[in-house]
């Protein structure tokens, strides 16, 4: 007899196993072992084993010694036994060929030092396999469509019909709530992964096989503490783009105090809030402030259809609600467009001539006297082209309330490829109800229905797959062997910065090192024009502090002066000086901070913010993924300050928005093929229409490669 499931993905055997064999199968009923055995029994399909050395038989149901007593093995293997005998029993299954595994036990990284060899160990084995592995200290999972209920929850007690929504998370505790509040709100749910201290099979991989034609999956909630396997994640979000799909997350460890608490709870590394945030977004993932925010996505994917675009007109009776909504959808990167004069001639024949047909279109109070009028403004967008959804807003209107449920419900039959969502303040709760029996998604605040449309519409831009970078960068190949072959990180000071990026052709200002006054005044003389004077010295970072950069300096006699005070000014602070690097000045422009480093969770990645003495002061920054395309660039630049830098006619010009744009594609590309960089901070690139320039840099270098940054400047 044949258990094992034909394989095409390597987490078949996890969501749909033909056989499940649970080790630690206690006499305790309400251990996690006997729970999740009892749960197998009581839904799987396929073949349940019970495993337990101890005892030949459980409430009439016989047990095996071990995984090698069942005889042939299993697809899945769900571990329950304390920590110290679970690497042994891994080892058992994979050396009989279990292709997957979860492991339900704790005391592993989440409980200090030795916990997390073990769970090395624990990783190490899975991978030598070549296992899918949950956990350890996971709650396990469930995948309804194949009845399996590998899990020790009660939540599988609840009536869940099925539906296209998957949850997973690696806290089980807040992964269950969020598969009961589902269930609770008529949501059907057919996957919930707990992914505990996620040792070898990572989130990213699991919500990437979620993503698949196959799962049926429609959204995926996550309850996070960290976005790891980010390839793997982004590629399911190019994937959830590509189908009209929805990857929406509730992430915790935002906070310093957050992400301590994740790190005791899970074990988890938590990258800088700052990538995350911004590559989840540059993916396309949704982030949902609370649980809330996943539900009302939930319901509203479960009656509507996605949206085709961005575009959303709004029907108010009150100007009030329309500027909040107006705002609310800015903030939230949902598109209100004008309306076409020939879609609000039409919506002036319905409408006192004292309203307004713009967007958002303000009926007035004629919807007392008129309400399928009213609600005819809705149907006259949603048949318009113009927009992809439509938000109704109504107040306290009970006693018209059945006459506006019937034309709401009407509309949206009419047009169900424009959602039509209403946000219902102060109406009574069975109104509500009937237009959410009847497809209409229907909410009390006006935030959670925005929410609700993001989750029904498309990315605006996912960023475009990375690919694999084939050749090193000889990028580093110009300094010493010495600075970047060691396991510890060395600070490179700026002028080794600059070799670096002169030898790379990246544009840096015309300029040398001096090492003594007359050499400056000889460099000056060569550049010819106004020169700018720094002092370089080992640990000092931030020159301007202590008065080490000179600006706008010419002549023979200033140079000499000024570069004789910086040498003093070097000697004074206790600074073996390297020198005073003379540089040409640049020319005025935008100052900016471009920049490249390595997240312990998404790898490399190019920061751009505002430059200068700005940086630390205003703090804003765009992250995307290393390398990137030009595409990816720009759209970076187009997030800084709501879009003003690119946008606003004191910002970047096109040509000065492209030359940053390559500048940002080139340090991308050096990152990420070039293991041995760990940071590399350009502040500031001076950017004008004549092109960016580099003006000063720092390096970090060397050190091993699985080491991460603290990413000085996204602090």
Request: hydrophobic fraction near 45%.
């Amino acid at each position: 007899m044949t258990t094992t499931v034909e394989s095409a993905h390597a987490l078949d055997p996890l969501f749909r196993p033909a056989s499940v064999a649970v080790v630690g199968v206690s006499t305790s009923p309400t251990s996690p072992g006997a729970r999740t055995f009892a749960n197998l029994v009581r839904h799987f399909d396929g073949e349940v084993f019970g495993v337990n050395p101890a005892e030949p038989e459980i409430e009439g149901r016989r047990l095996s010694a071990s995984l090698t007593a069942i005889g042939e093995p299993p697809d899945l293997v769900v571990i329950a036994t304390p920590a110290e005998s679970v690497l042994d029993i891994l080892t058992e299954a994979g050396e009989l060929g279990v292709k997957a595994a979860i492991v339900l036990s704790a005391g592993f990284a989440e409980a200090g030092e030795e916990g997390r060899r073990l769970q090395g160990l624990l990783a190490e084995t899975a991978r030598r396999h070549g296992m899918a592995l949950i956990g350890p200290n996971s709650m396990g999972m469930i995948s309804r469509p194949n009845s399996l209920f590998a899990t020790f929850t009660n939540a599988v007690q609840e009536a869940n019909a099925g539906g296209r929504v998957a949850v997973v998370g690696q806290s089980g505790g807040m992964a269950a709530i969020i598969y009961t509040i589902c269930l609770a709100h008529g949501v059907g749910v057919d996957y919930l992964v707990a992914l505990g201290n996620e040792s070898a099979t990572s989130l990213g991989e699991v919500v990437e096989w979620m993503m698949r034609p196959e799962s049926g999956v429609d959204a995926v909630l996550g309850f996070v503490e960290s976005l790891s396997g980010w390839d793997e994640l982004a590629a399911a979000a190019r994937m959830a783009a590509e189908s009209q799909k929805v990857i929406a997350f509730c992430r915790a460890g935002r906070s310093q105090l957050g992400a301590a608490a994740a790190g005791s709870h899970i074990g988890a590394v938590a990258g800088d809030e700052k990538v995350l945030a911004d590559l989840a977004a540059a993916g396309g993932i949704v982030e949902a402030a609370t649980l809330d925010d996943l539900l009302d996505i939930a319901k509203a994917r479960h009656v509507a259809r996605p949206m085709r675009g961005r575009r959303v007109g709004v029907v108010t009776a009150s100007g009030g609600a329309g500027s909040l909504f107006a705002d609310l959808m800015t903030s939230a990167g949902l598109d209100l467009p004008e309306l076409s004069p020939e879609l609000q001639k039409k919506v002036f024949e319905v409408i006192p001539w004292f309203g307004s047909a713009t967007n958002p279109v303000d009926t007035t109070a004629f919807i007392q006297s008129r309400p399928e009028e009213f609600c005819a403004v809705a149907g006259i967008l949603a048949a318009s082209g113009e927009v992809d959804a439509v938000m109704v807003f109504l107040g306290t209107l009970d006693p018209i309330a059945p006459r506006l449920v019937r034309s709401l419900t009407e509309i949206a039959a009419r047009h169900p490829a424009v959602p039509v969502v209403v946000t219902w303040g102060g109406g009574s709760k069975r109104f509500k109800e009937e237009l959410w029996r009847a497809g209409v998604a229907t909410f009390d605040d006006p935030d959670r229905a925005v929410q609700a449309l993001v989750g029904l519409a498309p990315a605006r831009r996912v960023a475009a797959a990375t690919g694999p970078v084939n050749a090193p960068s000889p990028f580093l190949d110009p300094l010493p062997g010495e600075l970047t072959g060691g396991r510890s990180t060395v600070t490179l000071n700026e002028h080794d910065v600059r070799r670096l990026l002169e030898a790379a052709g990246l544009p840096v200002p015309a300029g040398a090192l001096a090492a003594d006054a007359d050499r400056a005044v000889a460099i000056a003389a060569e550049i010819q024009g106004e020169v700018v004077l720094k002092l370089i010295a080992p640990g000092l970072e931030h020159k301007s502090d202590i008065g080490g950069v000179v600006v706008g300096v010419s002549g023979a006699d200033e140079v000499r002066r000024q570069a004789e005070r910086l040498f003093a000014l070097g000697r004074e602070h206790g600074s073996a000086v390297d020198g005073v690097l003379v540089e040409q000045r640049a020319p005025a422009g935008i100052e900016l901070v471009c920049g490249v480093r390595r997240d312990r969770v998404a790898g490399p990645v190019v920061v751009v913010g505002l430059g200068g003495v700005l940086t630390e002061i205003i703090g804003e920054m765009a992250v995307r993924a290393a390398p990137l395309t030009r595409g990816d660039a720009l759209d970076a630049l187009e997030q800084l300050f709501a879009g003003r830098l690119l946008n606003h006619h004191r910002g970047l010009g096109p040509a000065a928005a492209e030359a940053v744009a390559d500048l940002l594609v080139r340090l991308g590309d050096i990152i990420a093929a070039t293991d041995r960089l760990v940071e590399l901070e350009c502040n500031p690139v001076i950017v004008s229409e004549a092109g960016a320039l580099i003006c000063d840099g720092l390096a970090v270098v060397g050190g091993d490669p699985d080491d991460s940054s603290t990413g000085r400047f996204l602090q």
